[in-house]
């Protein structure tokens, strides 16, 4: 089965950096667009940033555009989320997802499109 696993997160002063990593097992990963997802204490989930299995298309919320900067290896079946500049805002746990089918004609935002999802890793930024 399609599994999802986040590494990464942790505590990080305002200004600072981390990168998420999420290692992918149980397809065939290039073929599937891949998203980052956060959620807040007492927040819904929402959308920080895809990317497609064409690996140059690439979609992020505006809340996060020019900060952060997700990519993908094929080869390690991984994809990464690196987040600079955090601010305290960013604090959230933040997951993993792939979408349900392959070969997808465009990167697409809402969590229900997403069919498979990580653990989630905290991320807590510091003011």
């Known amino acids: 089965q399609v599994q999802l696993v986040e590494s990464g997160g942790g505590l990080v002063q305002a200004g600072g950096s981390l990168r998420l990593s999420c290692a992918a097992s149980g397809r065939t990963f290039s073929n599937y667009d891949m998203g980052w997802f956060r959620q807040a204490p007492g927040k819904e989930r929402e959308f920080v940033a895809a990317?497609?299995?064409?690996?140059?298309?690439?979609d992020y919320a505006d809340s996060v555009k020019g900060r952060f900067t997700i990519s993908r290896d094929n080869a390690k079946n991984t994809v990464y989320l690196q987040m600079n500049s955090l601010k305290p805002e960013d604090t959230a746990v933040y997951y993993c997802a792939s979408r349900r089918g392959p070969y997808t004609a465009w990167i697409l935002t809402g969590p229900s499109e997403y069919g498979y999802w990580g653990q989630g890793t905290q991320v807590t930024v510091s003011s």
């Open positions: 990317i497609s299995w064409i690996v140059s298309n690439t």
